[in-house]
């Protein structure tokens, strides 16, 4: 899908390098999210900031916490990438499901967090 025509490559998807290609190649109708042209306004707002961003993110989106994220975090991710894009989180990060159990479960009920030199161990 690299080679798709730009008329054929939503808005929000335009540049945004190595994970906009990915993102409009993944079959996001096997996830909860569903196919691209579903998409919510507010997911495609927030996936184009994202991409554009040279900070590491990282997007858990809806019940599921389906992973997306952007060009930055693949260097966070190494070896788990690009398998993480469209898992859930806590089956992409199992060494810390509790951890990202919890920021799903505040998250969801509409809470904030923060953490200070929080240490956690990921295999990446």
Same mark, same amino acid.
């Given at each position: 899908?690299?080679?798709?025509?730009?008329?054929?490559?939503?808005? *929000?998807?335009?540049?945004?390098?190595? !994970?906009?290609? +990915?993102?409009?190649?993944?079959?996001?109708?096997?996830?909860?999210?569903?196919? +691209?042209?579903?998409?919510?306004?507010?997911?495609?707002?927030?996936?184009?900031?994202?991409?554009?961003?040279?900070?590491?993110?990282?997007? +858990?989106?809806?019940?599921?916490?389906? !992973?997306?994220?952007?060009?930055?975090?693949?260097?966070?991710?190494?070896?788990?990438?690009?398998?993480?894009?469209?898992?859930?989180? +806590?089956?992409?990060?199992?060494?810390?499901?509790? *951890?990202?159990?919890?920021?799903?479960?505040?998250?969801?009920?509409?809470?904030?967090?923060?953490?200070?030199?929080?240490?956690?161990?990921? *295999?990446?």
């Amino acid at each position: 899908m690299l080679d798709s025509p730009p008329a054929l490559i939503p808005d *929000f998807l335009q540049g945004g390098g190595e !994970m906009s290609a +990915l993102i409009r190649s993944y079959e996001w109708s096997s996830t909860s999210i569903g196919p +691209l042209s579903g998409w919510p306004q507010s997911l495609r707002t927030t996936v184009s900031i994202m991409l554009y961003s040279p900070v590491p993110m990282v997007l +858990l989106w809806g019940a599921d916490g389906v !992973m997306i994220y952007n060009d930055a975090y693949t260097v966070f991710a190494a070896g788990r990438h690009p398998r993480l894009l469209g898992s859930r989180v +806590l089956e992409g990060w199992p060494e810390v499901a509790d *951890f990202n159990a919890n920021v799903m479960r505040v998250g969801l009920a509409g809470g904030t967090l923060s953490y200070r030199d929080q240490k956690l161990t990921l *295999f990446r």
